[in-house]
């Protein structure tokens, strides 16, 4: 059970749970900016509100997929491997190489 609550799945889905939160709010003020700037009927705007709905799923899945992929390499690395068959711990500098690692790193540290 310790190997399932510590797995690479459960790690990528929480990444991208948080991901998915400025995400989500993103394309929401796209949806709220399209509806104020131009006057659409009821079905365009339910067609924009459900455009952006499932382009936050995709956006999702596919967070899902980078974070899950990247779990799987840090398995990969000797280094990591040696650490955690000695028992000793093995601490890794952030990288901060996008605007969701550089949020979630700053949502960590405070």
Known sequence: MQAFLQ????RALGYAIANSLWQV??????????????????????????TAQFAAFVWFIATFQFYYNRSGEGLLDPQLTNA???????????????????????VIKT
């Open 25 to 50: 709010a993103l394309l929401w003020l796209f949806v709220v900016l399209i509806n104020s700037l131009r006057k659409l009927s009821s079905a365009k705007k339910y067609f924009v509100a459900l």
């Open 84 to 106: 955690a068959n000695t028992g000793t711990a093995y601490l890794a500098a952030p990288v901060i190489d996008s605007f969701s690692s550089a949020a979630l790193y700053l």
């Open 7 to 10: 797995s690479g799945f459960l």
